[in-house]
């Protein structure tokens, strides 16, 4: 966990590093319009957002009658995250998969779709659950707004100077500068991105530190792309828009399911607690596509996801 914690630092050191290379170059009073238009936006779209997934998304919520295991195991989890007990829904969405969303922690909904329901076992679901909350607890979508005002700010100051700024003396110059901030907006965005992964670690690890063993995740993990591997691309296109909400990227499955072979050492596509120990100490083998392919998503290469889970056997 110190190592997921100081990565993270590290990313949102480069992001103000970033910002404060923006105050050097246009000035403190261009920043501050630049960042009230940018905060505007993503506090409308904050504000407004859990309406949007619920419609996007097909979300229902069900009532205690409706669902009580579920119900039960998110009480458990959140008691033990210490957190109020999110609202529960469902997803008829045809994948399997889950997401949790909310403005605050008080705010936090969990939703899991039919099809995960079908797909795992108890335990594996609980895990799940453990990693959603972990998020609600960590207050992943807010952290995530908040640096998500960066990559906005440099794209506006790179559409103005390339645009909007400058006479014909200067016309150079300003086109130059926008250059510039074109180029951070694209290294922003990567860092942005890695925040992103570095919270899905720590999700898992939040699911650990509820009581799921982490064998239980790792399975469920591979299950889920297992399930999603087997969908057709046209199945898999609906779901790419939201994709960032889930538990992982299931566009990616068609390649993360040959890498994890790797584990499922004996063919029953699960992975078990002896599995996820031999993985502890083994080296694993991730193509460099798939290292350049993980810079451009919202969630870490399943591989390497799992072998993270190994570290809490």
């Known amino acids: 966990m110190f190592s997921l914690t100081m990565r993270m630092m590290f990313i949102l050191g480069a ?20 960042l009230t238009v940018a905060g505007a936006i993503l506090l409308i779209q904050y504000l407004i957002s859990p309406y949007i997934i619920e419609w996007t998304m097909r979300v229902k919520y069900v009532s205690q009658e409706e669902a009580p ?9 959140a008691e033990k995250a210490g957190i109020s007990k999110p609202k529960i829904g469902i997803s008829d969405m045809p994948i399997a998969n889950a997401f949790a969303f909310g403005r605050t922690v008080r705010d936090g909904r969990v939703v899991v779709t039919q099809e995960i ?16 909350i972990s998020h609600i607890k960590n207050r992943d979508m807010i952290i995530t707004t908040l640096v998500s005002v960066i990559p906005m700010i440099l794209y506006n100051l790179a559409w103005l100077f390339m645009w909007g700024f400058g006479d014909r003396e200067n016309r150079g110059a300003s086109i130059l500068i926008g250059f510039l901030f074109m180029v951070l907006y ?7 991105l890695a925040i992103s992964r570095v919270r899905e670690y720590m999700a898992d690890y ?17 299950k889920l792309v297992y399930s999603s591997a087997r969908k057709s691309e046209e199945e898999l296109a609906a779901t790419s828009s939201v994709k960032a909400f889930f538990l992982n990227d299931p566009n990616s499955s068609v390649y993360e ?24 100490n083994a080296k694993i083998n991730v193509s460099l596509g798939e290292k350049i392919m993980e810079l451009m998503t919202t969630h870490p290469n399943m591989l390497k996801r799992i072998k993270k889970l190994s570290e809490y056997v």
């Open 206 to 222: 939040g699911s650990v530190k509820l009581g799921n063993p982490p064998e239980k995740l790792a399975s469920a993990l591979y």
């Open 257 to 280: 399911i040959r890498e994890l072979a790797q584990i499922d050492m004996n063919k029953n596509f699960t992975i078990d607690r002896s599995e996820l120990e031999f993985l502890k």
């Open 117 to 132: 329901l079908k797909l795992l076992t108890r335990d594996e679901l609980k895990a799940v659950l453990g990693h959603e």
């Open 69 to 77: 295991e579920l119900h039960r195991m998110v009480e458990e989890l």
């Open 15 to 34: 992001l103000f590093g970033i910002l404060y290379l923006v105050v050097a170059i246009v000035g403190q009073g261009t920043l501050i319009f630049n």
């Open 186 to 192: 694209f290294i922003s965005n990567l860092l942005v």
